[in-house]
Structure formats: structure tokens, C-alpha cells
């Protein structure tokens, strides 16, 4: 009787098929749509960050009040603004509005009623509101596929995250392992990050997959170049749009992270996590049953879990 593991790899493979009306895309990936200008300046690259963090909000603050908020001048948003495609301030204002109206329950009626709740309750909702960009995200599969695809060939296959991304990166290893013959997980960054990616390559790897969650660290930009210089392609998982993080990758998944609480939290990150370990799976069905099989196999005779 095959595992409840097994079970589900047999069970949910990702289909690339689109039935119906596809929906929205959510307002991350509409303004990383938007904003997306190999040109722009470091400070409308800023000016874009700011937007697309605080959509809810931004898209009804004046010129004035979002030069203050985000340290420029107002000459600098109308600049940004013509950058981007708009005959001025006014005109990507009330773009903005439209994309942040439109993910308004009952859009169309008002702003939505203030949050009615304690804090806690409102940092569910926050990630609640993040799951939901992501689920509008993953309508169109064909990216999860792909990349999917690409980390299951790579052999070895190297994991990074560093700082408080560690325990995303050691989630997706641990899991990786049993449908991957060699994954390489490095959560040290400066020389140790080094030596390990450069092995990875050497030893036939083609990809990394870098998670970068706030505060992102220099030493993960720094690694990421160095993976990058070696030869090995980059997939990124982090809560930023732009950036140079972003422009190091070579394919980014901009996912929100929960931010109402001291610390951050990583809902919809962590089931980004899962839907490229689904995608692995499907890549080479085969050896996944097969890796499965053994681990099971291996856990039963020397009772790793409890019996449920």
C-alpha cells in the first residue's frame, strides 16, 4: 500500500491545462508588469518598490505625500511616471486605483470597511490577502512547470538561504531529498556559500534555487553573483518585484510575506515551496516513485515515525 506521500505524487500533478476564465493577475504581478524597465534609475527603482508594497494605500497618495514617503523629489515621480508609460502622476494614479479597486471585495462599491479585529487577527487577514495574489499567480502553471522541470534535472541541485531564509531553504531541502538523488543545501554565506556553489557547478549542477526573505542580506546578492559567474542558473524566491536581487535571477517568484507581527511570517512562500516540489515530482515521475518507495522502505526498518 503505498504511503500517503506516494499516494499524493500519483494524485496531483500539476496540469498545464486552462479551463475556463483565467482570473486577474494579482496586483504584484500586475504592477511587476508595469514597473518592469531595464531603464529605470535607482531612485524610480524605489519609487516602484514603494508602489508595489503599499498598493492599498499608494495608489491614493498625492504627488507630494509619496515623494515624502519614499525620500524623492516630485520632480522625480513625474519623471517616474512618464518612465513607465504615463502622461503624468495623475494618469498612473489612477491606473494604480483601478488595479487596487479591483481586488476590493464588492469592487466598485467603496474601500472596504475597516478592519474590525485584534492584531492578530489582522495578520492572518494580511497573509490570507497574500495567498490570495499567489493563487491568482499560479493560474497560469506553465512557469511552476518549467522551472520545476529545470531544478529536477539539475544534478546536484544546491539550496540557499541565509539569515532568517534558512528555514525555508532547509524545508525545501529536506523535501527535495526524497524525489532527488543529490541536493545540496548551503545556509553560510561568504567562503562556505562559495566553495559549495562552486563544487555544485563542477560537479554538473545547473541551478540554485535562493530564497531571499526581509532583511534580505548582501551576502545572499553576493552568492547569488558568485553562482551566477560559475555558470549556474538562478530561480529566487523572495517577497521583492525589483531590485538587484531580482535582476541577478534568472527567474524570480515575487511572493508576499506576512508583516503585521514583529517577525515576519511565510504562508504563501511556503506553499510556493510545495508547488515547485510538485512540479519536481511530475518532471520525472518515475524516480520519484522510486525514491519514495526506497524511503519508505528505509523508514519502516528503522521506524522513523510514530505509528499513527
Not at 490570507?128 to 529545470?150: F, H, K, S
Not at 554538473?204 to 559567474?229: C, D, I, K, N, Y
Request: glycine share 6%.
Amino acid at each position: 500500500m503505498p504511503s500517503p506521500q506516494q499516494a499524493r505524487a500519483q494524485a496531483s500533478a500539476i496540469t498545464s491545462a486552462k479551463a475556463g476564465q483565467e482570473p486577474e493577475p494579482s496586483p504584484t504581478a500586475q504592477l511587476r508588469a508595469l514597473f518592469d524597465r531595464p531603464r529605470l534609475s535607482p531612485g524610480q527603482r524605489r519609487i516602484a518598490q514603494y508602489l508595489i508594497e503599499h498598493i492599498t494605500e499608494a495608489a491614493f497618495l498625492s504627488i507630494t505625500d509619496l515623494a515624502d514617503r519614499v525620500g524623492v523629489s516630485q520632480p522625480s515621480v513625474t519623471r517616474f511616471a512618464s518612465a513607465v508609460g504615463f502622461s503624468g502622476y495623475p494618469a498612473l494614479r489612477e491606473k494604480l486605483q483601478s488595479i487596487t479597486l479591483g481586488t476590493w471585495p464588492g469592487a466598485g462599491a467603496g474601500p472596504a470597511e475597516e478592519f474590525r479585529g485584534n492584531e492578530l487577527q489582522a495578520a492572518v487577514d494580511a497573509e490570507i490577502e497574500n495567498l490570495e495574489n499567489l493563487r491568482r499567480d499560479l493560474a497560469d502553471t506553465d512557469r511552476v512547470i518549467e522551472v520545476g522541470r529545470a531544478l529536477s534535472a539539475s544534478t546536484p541541485l544546491t539550496v540557499l538561504g541565509l539569515r532568517i531564509s534558512v528555514s525555508l531553504a532547509e524545508y525545501f531541502a529536506y523535501a527535495a531529498r526524497r524525489i532527488h538523488p543529490d541536493v545540496r543545501l548551503v545556509t553560510l554565506g561568504g567562503s562556505v556559500a562559495y566553495d559549495a556553489l562552486l563544487q555544485s557547478r563542477e560537479a554538473g549542477g545547473t541551478w540554485v534555487l535562493a530564497f531571499s526573505m526581509p532583511r534580505h542580506a548582501q551576502e545572499t546578492l553576493t552568492a547569488v553573483r558568485v553562482a551566477r559567474s560559475a555558470g549556474l542558473k538562478v530561480a529566487l524566491i523572495t517577497d521583492l518585484a525589483l531590485g538587484p536581487l531580482v535582476d541577478e535571477a534568472d527567474v524570480t517568484f515575487a511572493i508576499g510575506t506576512g508583516s503585521r507581527l514583529v517577525f515576519d511570517s511565510y504562508a504563501a512562500p511556503g506553499v510556493m515551496c510545495a508547488a515547485l516540489l510538485q512540479a519536481m515530482t511530475d518532471a520525472d515521475p518515475e524516480r520519484t516513485q522510486a525514491r519514495l518507495e526506497d524511503y519508505e522502505q528505509v523508514a519502516d526498518e528503522h521506524h522513523f515515525f510514530l505509528r499513527d
